[in-house]
Every structure is written in structure tokens, then in C-alpha cells.
């Protein structure tokens, strides 16, 4: 379990890290800098939401996982300034699996390139595939989407080796990870259930 803690104070989160928590997860670039300078340093840092190039300079310094990497040129930009920075991260494909325009992801078709392109890299290695579902109170079409995500994983277990694993699927959210986990979910990514609601994003 990740905890989503966009919006809330480093307070909050600290109270989570008192009961046990570890890995907590910022859908931005500059939240997620700021909040690091001020928690321990055993905090597994994750980055969920969508990421412009131009700012993996600043997030190379802090982050442990990345999400949310959908082109090959976020790729490249993370190998070169994780070589300069001397440190190694974790990153998941996010796959577009609710052709909803709004939620950024790459199309299942680009897959191949990425896990080519990555397999090349020394300082990310890719652990599996992040994906999010409609909104919606269909339930069927969620789980259609879940699975179709894991189904995709499978499908793409050849290119496993050297620093391509696909043994992590990121989906998942409050609203909908119980379907999520039935699907075969490893990273589930909470936020609303554990902190309660945000006032914005
Ligand atoms: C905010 C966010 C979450 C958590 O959302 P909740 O519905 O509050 O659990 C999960 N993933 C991403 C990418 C998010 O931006």
C-alpha cells in the first residue's frame, strides 16, 4: 500500500510513519521535493501523478518509484540526470486503460518500445505497469480495465531480464481497490480512505 498524501501537512504524514507507514506517494513534482526535506529518511518515496520532463531534475534527488512514465523521452532525461545525481530508481509504465483523455498513460501499443528503450538504462529499472480506471459506479467496466491491465502485463513477460521485471500492477484507489486487488493489484494507492477528503485535487 502506498499512501497518497497530497494536500495534507507533513504532520499527517508523520502520524502515518508513527503507525507503520513507509511508502507514501505525491502526484507532484515540487509537493513531494518540499515534504521529503522535512521526514525521515527511510520514507520510500513514490511518484504517482503526471510528470513533465522538465522537472525530473528536481525529482531525481528524492524520489524512490516513479509511476507514471509513459515516453520514452521522460526516460531519457531520467537516465541522464539520475547518472549525474549517482542514484537508481524503480518506475511502472502507466497505460491509458479508460481512453479517457484526462487520464495521461501511454497507449498498450507503445510498450514494446518502452521495455526496448529501458532495457538499455542503468539507473532505472522498470517493475511493472500502472494503470487508472473510469470513474464510475460500473463495476464491470472497472474490473474490465484492471484485468485488461494485468492481461497486458503478461503479455509482455518476455521482455523480463537484466533490469526489466514486471512483477508490480499500480492500480487501485479508494474508490475502486478492492476490485483492483481481485485483479491482481500489488500496489494499491490510498489517499481519501486513509486521510480523509481533500479539499482540492
Ligand atoms: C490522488 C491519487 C490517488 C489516491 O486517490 P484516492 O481516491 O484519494 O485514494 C491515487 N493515485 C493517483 C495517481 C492520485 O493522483
Same mark, same amino acid.
Given at each position: 500500500?502506498?499512501?497518497?498524501?497530497?494536500?495534507?501537512?507533513?504532520?499527517?504524514?508523520?502520524?502515518?510513519?508513527?503507525?507503520?507507514?513507509?511508502?507514501?506517494?505525491?502526484?507532484?513534482?515540487?509537493?513531494?521535493?518540499?515534504?521529503?526535506?522535512?521526514?525521515?529518511?527511510?520514507?520510500?518515496?513514490?511518484?504517482?501523478?503526471?510528470?513533465?520532463?522538465?522537472?525530473?531534475?528536481?525529482?531525481?534527488?528524492?524520489?524512490?518509484?516513479?509511476?507514471?512514465?509513459?515516453?520514452?523521452?521522460?526516460?531519457?532525461?531520467?537516465?541522464?540526470?539520475?547518472?549525474?545525481?549517482?542514484?537508481?530508481?524503480?518506475?511502472?509504465?502507466?497505460?491509458?486503460?479508460?481512453?479517457?483523455?484526462?487520464?495521461?498513460?501511454?497507449?498498450?501499443?507503445? +510498450?514494446? !518500445? $518502452?521495455?526496448?528503450?529501458? @532495457? =538499455?538504462?542503468?539507473?532505472?529499472? #522498470? /517493475?511493472?505497469?500502472?494503470?487508472?480506471?473510469?470513474?464510475?459506479?460500473?463495476?464491470?467496466?472497472?474490473?474490465?480495465?484492471?484485468?485488461?491491465?494485468?492481461?497486458?502485463?503478461?503479455?509482455?513477460?518476455?521482455?523480463?531480464?537484466?533490469?526489466?521485471? +514486471?512483477? !508490480? $500492477?499500480?492500480?487501485?484507489? @479508494? =474508490?475502486?481497490?478492492?476490485?483492483? #486487488? /481481485?485483479?491482481?493489484?500489488?500496489?494499491?494507492?490510498?489517499?481519501?480512505?486513509?486521510?480523509?477528503?481533500?479539499?482540492?485535487?
Amino acid at each position: 500500500m502506498v499512501a497518497i498524501t497530497k494536500t495534507h501537512p507533513v504532520s499527517v504524514i508523520m502520524e502515518a510513519y508513527e503507525a507503520g507507514l513507509r511508502h507514501f506517494g505525491e502526484n507532484k513534482v515540487q509537493e513531494l521535493t518540499s515534504k521529503t526535506e522535512d521526514l525521515p529518511d527511510d520514507i520510500v518515496w513514490h511518484m504517482v501523478g503526471h510528470l513533465q520532463t522538465n522537472k525530473i531534475r528536481n525529482l531525481v534527488h528524492c524520489v524512490d518509484w516513479i509511476h507514471s512514465i509513459s515516453k520514452t523521452k521522460q526516460l531519457k532525461e531520467l537516465e541522464k540526470r539520475l547518472g549525474q545525481a549517482e542514484r537508481h530508481v524503480h518506475v511502472l509504465f502507466q497505460v491509458n486503460i479508460s481512453d479517457e483523455d484526462q487520464k495521461s498513460g501511454c497507449d498498450a501499443g507503445d +510498450l514494446p !518500445e $518502452l521495455l526496448s528503450f529501458a @532495457s =538499455g538504462l542503468q539507473h532505472v529499472s #522498470v /517493475e511493472g505497469l500502472m494503470g487508472m480506471a473510469s470513474f464510475t459506479d460500473n463495476q464491470e467496466l472497472i474490473r474490465k480495465q484492471f484485468r485488461f491491465l494485468r492481461e497486458l502485463r503478461d503479455k509482455h513477460r518476455s521482455f523480463e531480464g537484466g533490469n526489466i521485471r +514486471l512483477n !508490480e $500492477l499500480s492500480m487501485g484507489m @479508494s =474508490g475502486d481497490y478492492s476490485i483492483a #486487488v /481481485e485483479e491482481g493489484a500489488t500496489l494499491i494507492r490510498l489517499g481519501s480512505t486513509l486521510f480523509g477528503s481533500r479539499d482540492y485535487t
